[in-house]
């Protein structure tokens, strides 16, 4: 590209710190007119900091701020509207009892009344221009994540901006959704806004930049021309050292059956079927990733297992490993009416890393020797409780998993994400359990924490534990399983075996069920992408 | 029979409309995303300020030698307990909205210092009127019920309809007011937005914090004037001590009953003045009067197992609320 275009936002030696925490370090940022820009970085880097600035959200401590080459202040979101500035952010700025089309108009000035007809017209008018589908008087609720997407989108653009901000935008997208996004991204291109895209997926800041920015622990690393550079280069650059992108696969042992269900169905509250005729089996010393769009049954699958909702028909049935390793097989249990202490009381060791680590997880506001006491507590004798071993414990998580706290007293909820997993995940290993099931464990982590909790998950797989992946990230999941179960709106659309299948058809299964027919006999390079 | 029923719905529409004012108060500051539970407090500070307000007036223009007009009598009586009402909820705006201190706490305070402002108030002046403080009957005739010349006198209707004093009407206007400004007003699309989530408001340009000063401080100008009400109508002019008592917690729970609609506010409050009028009306023989008191809170422990069990989005209490905000917490 060439030099001489215009910049159409120029940042210049931004500092902004919450507390003691650096969140950006003399940060720079140029991005010309009409180019995608991907800022590129590893969680906890500062780009969402760094574009909050741009969109009016925080305030700078030190730094200039230029759009079209002049020198401007924005201290609100509507400074940036009126800048020309938009942005859609990760966590969507929506209204969920509210249409789209007030979503839209919300905030802008105008007659004292809204004219809904004539709000319907543009979005309408924007949405063709653009490749979007929108029906402006449907309420957000019942809409689908990426059609909330589309709203956010709309949103901005209904309030003139050229300079459009999308944070993270692919993180909830399954992939043929995100090709649709970055369809609309070109044409947005062509049509001459400039687009800053934040994103830590290598492959995609690849497709869809001109440029890429980096950067690392709040500071600016570089900008390179996307065309100049591959997936190697730029992680070195996010994380500061070479690393292997690779995700190991040990041999799976082929061990015993572990966990059983059986045409599970369960009916929420407000009666709808979140898991419908759901049957699979687990085996001791392997891996069984599920992968599916955010909402498609996960959360109901692992609380059905650990016993925390019990299901509404379908049978759950743990055979535990034999105590001397003989050859007969054990017994099987039905676990499927039984709370967790009820499981935990037969002496069935269930792990569980939920999802929502410090809400369901661990106490936030309790210290890391609390929190791995709330595993085992009920085991001593008498009415105190034992605080020695948890502590001992504790320091041992502490050193072997690398843990970065000032001490054992220091309370979870001021630990960063990848240490409050790290918790959380060897506070479950520690109990040596049968079955480990893990929800979403690296998201949020950083590259270097992630890949150490792959390595921690493929240790317990090696102990032979049968693990439960829940995972978001495709690559991720088809790297790490030794088998790959799809959930589509809380049925399984196919189980297969990662290595024989591509990115897109399981992300065609992701979307609907009829998705896995006949995949099973095709082969195709799966790792690929994310080598 | 046909007596009996009318009386009855008249009585209940007289004692319907503090809690309906008291209400339309709440809404509005609850769907700036503001759990206020200084209703009863404001509704106290507006009922002895009104009171006072009027007394004063009376008082000044006699010791003038001049005769006091009801008309004006009536506007000073509303005009500072609105003012006391919005100077109580100021308070509470300002110590949950830039303070960021707990809305419930806060709003407990409020309550409590509102009813003993106004029991302490009502006595002062008591003792120094030499016993009790009352207004004359020209204040007393303008907050009596209207006579409208062809409407008022049509049999049955015209008794139900078009024979309530003027606040009775001023609740139920702004009531449809409000139902107006919520529903197709620009200001009350960005209100509600600002009591869902106020963080989505404010990335849409809206400014949280002037939104929610202006309903919560209008808010409560409202339930003072509902108080008001209490001092000039319900007990006629004369400070009795604790009037408001219980009143105040009644029109919170009225707020869940009507499901945050102003509209529906004005059924549901002509449906809590009957239960608390009933004993006068409805003698069950037996049936001790404290039962008949009992009622309208049981009514409203109904109303919150039934709305909790429904759990329906959009009649639901605004997402955000009870919620302080802050743009740059992480």
Avoid at chain 1, 61 to 66: A, N, P, S, V
Avoid at chain 2, 71 to 100: D, H, M
Avoid at chain 2, 210 to 232: N, W
Wanted: with cysteine; net charge negative.
């Amino acid at each position: 590209m060439n030099e001489d275009v215009p910049l159409a936002v120029s940042m210049e030696h931004i500092y902004k710190s919450f507390g003691r925490v650096r969140a950006n370090v003399d940060v720079r940022l140029q991005l010309r007119q009409g180019e995608i820009l991907a800022l590129l970085g590893e969680n906890g880097s500062g780009k969402t900091t760094l574009v909050n600035m741009l969109s009016g959200v925080y305030f700078p401590d030190h730094g200039e701020i230029y759009v079209q080459g002049r020198p401007v202040t924005i201290r609100s979101p509507r400074d940036a509207f009126d800048l020309r500035i938009g942005m859609i952010h990760q966590h969507f700025k929506l209204i969920p009892v509210l249409t789209a089309a007030e979503n839209i108009a919300l905030g802008l000035s105008g007659s004292v009344t809204l004219n809904r007809k004539s709000i319907h017209a543009e979005v309408a008018r924007l949405a063709e221009r653009y490749g979007f589908e929108l029906d402006p008087a449907r309420k957000i609720y019942d809409m689908s994540v990426s059609e909330k997407q589309t709203v956010e989108i709309i949103k901005v653009l209904y309030r003139g901006a050229d300079i459009l901000i999308l944070d993270e935008p692919t993180a909830v997208l399954t992939p043929l959704e995100t090709e649709k996004l970055f369809a609309v991204l070109r044409n947005m291109k062509a049509d001459g806004k400039s687009i800053i895209i934040i994103t830590h997926k290598l492959h995609e800041v690849l497709a869809i930049s001109d440029r890429v920015e980096i950067l690392r622990k709040g500071e600016f690393i570089a900008t390179v021309e996307t065309a100049t550079t591959n997936q190697a280069r730029l992680t070195e650059m996010m994380v500061g050292r070479p690393i292997n992108l690779m995700i190991e696969r040990p041999e799976a042992s082929g061990g015993p059956e572990r966990l059983e269900l059986n045409a599970l169905t369960c009916v929420d509250h407000e009666g709808v079927t979140t898991l419908d005729d759901v049957s699979f089996t687990v085996y001791a010393g392997e891996i069984l990733g599920i992968a599916g769009i955010a909402g498609s049954g996960q959360r109901e699958l692992c609380e059905a297992i650990v016993g925390l909702n019990p299901p509404t028909s379908g049978s759950i049935s743990y055979s535990p490993p034999h105590p001397d390793l003989a050859k007969t097989p054990c017994e099987k249990e039905r676990i499927d009416r039984l709370s967790p202490g009820a499981i935990a009381r037969r002496g069935i060791s269930m792990a569980f890393v939920p999802e929502d680590r410090l809400g369901m997880g661990l106490v936030a506001s309790m210290d890391i020797t609390d929190n791995v006491m709330l595993r085992g507590y009920r085991k001593g004798k008498g009415p105190f409780v034992d605080r020695v071993r948890p502590k001992a414990l504790a320091e041992r998580l502490i050193e072997e998993l690398e843990i970065v706290t000032p001490s054992t007293s220091t309370s979870v909820g001021r630990l960063s994400g990848g240490n409050v997993q790290k918790v959380l995940l060897g506070r479950e290993i520690a109990q040596e359990p049968g079955v480990l099931i893990v929800a979403y464990p690296v998201r949020g982590l950083d590259i270097n924490s992630s890949y150490k909790i792959y390595d921690l998950l493929n240790e317990q797989k090696a102990r032979g534990v049968a693990v439960v992946f829940i995972g978001e990230d495709l690559d991720v999941l088809m790297e790490i399983s030794d088998r790959l179960l799809v959930l589509c709106g809380g049925r399984i659309s196919g189980i297969v075996d990662p290595r024989a299948v591509t990115k897109e058809e399981v992300g065609l299964m992701m979307v609907h069920v009829a998705g896995a027919e006949g995949l099973d006999s095709e082969t195709g390079s799966a790792t690929g992408e994310a080598a | 029979m046909i007596d009996i029923v009318t009386a009855l719905l008249m009585a209940a529409v007289l004692a319907g409309t503090p809690l309906l004012l008291g209400a339309l108060g709440e809404i509005l500051t609850e769907k700036s995303g503001n759990l206020n539970l200084g209703v009863e407090g404001m509704m106290f500070m507006g009922a002895i300020t009104g009171l006072i307000g009027s007394y004063c007036y009376e008082q000044a223009l006699t010791a003038a030698g001049i005769v006091p007009n009801g008309v004006i009598s009536a506007l000073v009586a509303l005009t500072v307990s609105f003012l006391a009402g919005a100077f109580g909820a100021l308070i509470y705006a300002f110590l949950t909205i830039t303070l960021r201190a707990n809305q419930n706490v806060t709003g407990l305070i409020l309550t409590i210092f509102g009813t003993g402002f106004g029991n302490f108030f009502g006595e002062y002046f008591g003792l120094a009127a030499g016993g009790y403080v009352a207004v004359s009957s020209v204040t007393k005739a303008a907050f009596s019920p209207l006579h409208i010349p062809l409407l008022s006198e049509i049999p049955i209707l015209g008794k139900l309809l078009f024979q309530y004093n003027w606040m009775v009407y001023f609740a139920i206007a702004l009531a449809l007011g409000m139902f107006w400004f919520f529903r197709v007003s620009r200001f009350g699309l960005n209100l509600r937005a600002v009591g869902e989530d106020p963080a989505a408001a404010d990335a849409a340009g809206i400014n949280v914090s002037r939104y929610r000063y202006l309903a919560t401080v209008i808010g409560g100008g409202i339930c003072g004037i509902g108080g008001m009400y209490m001092s000039m109508v319900t007990t006629s002019g004369v400070w009795v001590h604790g009037c408001v008592t219980g009143y105040g917690w009644l029109a919170v729970a009225l707020v869940i009953f009507a499901t945050w609609s102003p509209l529906r506010g004005i059924l549901v409050a002509i449906i809590f003045g009957g239960l608390m009028i009933m004993r006068m009306y409805v003698s069950i023989p037996g049936l001790p009067a404290q039962i008949y008191d009992m009622v309208p809170y049981v009514a409203t422990i109904l109303v919150l197992i039934i709305t909790s069990v429904r759990q329906s989005k959009e009649h639901a209490m605004p997402a955000g609320c009870g919620l302080n905000y802050f743009r740059e917490e992480r």
